[in-house]
């Protein structure tokens, strides 16, 4: 069964305290994997796509990885602003449109 | 530029009532998608449409219709509605082929009681 894991489930950071968001998928093909924020009573806001293992895409504090088996995203010297539910999704091969999401990861940068 | 918007925000049904979930895009995309958030769970798509006259079921269709007319609209359809109905609906549209880049409307919070 295709499956989408993120961790941890929550993540409280100070400002300035970089770390990571972890995506692993057992899935049978991927044609992409995607990273959404998502703010509190708001629908998921775009940031990245990544296709192919060794892919890296960066926008300000934000750095998204790919591998074979799972994807990273890295930030870096976060701040407040940055406090929101950050979704990992990927999109199988088959021709079907099927997105599978994960639960998400749920970070606090307190001040 | 309005993006995708969803009418209403909040609802609340009794059960057996229906209703419909509007939804509407002005990017001309194509590609148009239903989809319902339960809390600690992962988005879960119930329908989606590749263009105007076609659409096709998503992971979790049961108790829902959706009909796509133009481009521009995407309705979902809730008959009989059930306490298992009781989510957060949102609706996404992308352009081309495949789920690229997808614009998500606000949500629709839905009670059914």
């Known amino acids: 069964e295709d499956q989408v894991t993120q961790s941890p489930e929550a993540l409280r950071l100070q400002e300035g305290e970089s770390s990571s968001l972890n995506c692993s998928y057992t899935v049978s093909g991927l044609r992409g994997l995607f990273w959404y924020r998502q703010d509190p009573g708001k629908g998921p806001e775009f940031l990245f796509t990544l296709y192919s293992a060794g892919e890296e895409k960066e926008k300000e504090r934000l750095k998204a990885t790919l591998t074979k088996k799972e994807s990273f995203l890295h930030i870096t010297a976060p701040k407040p602003e940055d406090s929101a539910t950050y979704l990992c999704?990927?999109?199988?091969?088959?021709?079907?449109?099927?997105?599978?999401f994960g639960k998400g990861t749920k970070l606090t940068v307190n001040p | 530029n309005a993006g995708v918007t969803q009418t209403p925000k909040f609802r609340i049904l009794k059960i057996g009532q229906s209703m419909t979930l509007q939804c509407t895009q002005d990017m001309n995309h194509n590609y148009m998608y239903w989809y319902r958030q339960d809390p600690g769970m992962g988005l879960k798509l119930i329908y989606y449409s590749v263009g105007a006259g076609i659409t096709d079921k998503g992971e979790v269709p049961n108790g829902y219709n959706v009909s796509r007319s133009t481009t521009e609209d995407f309705p979902l359809r809730l008959e009989l509605a059930a306490p298992s109905q009781t989510s957060v609906y949102f609706c996404?549209?992308?352009w081309g082929q495949g789920f690229t880049e997808a614009f998500f409307g606000q949500g629709t919070r839905l009670t059914v009681v």
């Open positions: 996404a549209s992308s």
């Open positions: 999704a990927v999109h199988l091969q088959g021709g079907s449109e099927k997105l599978v």
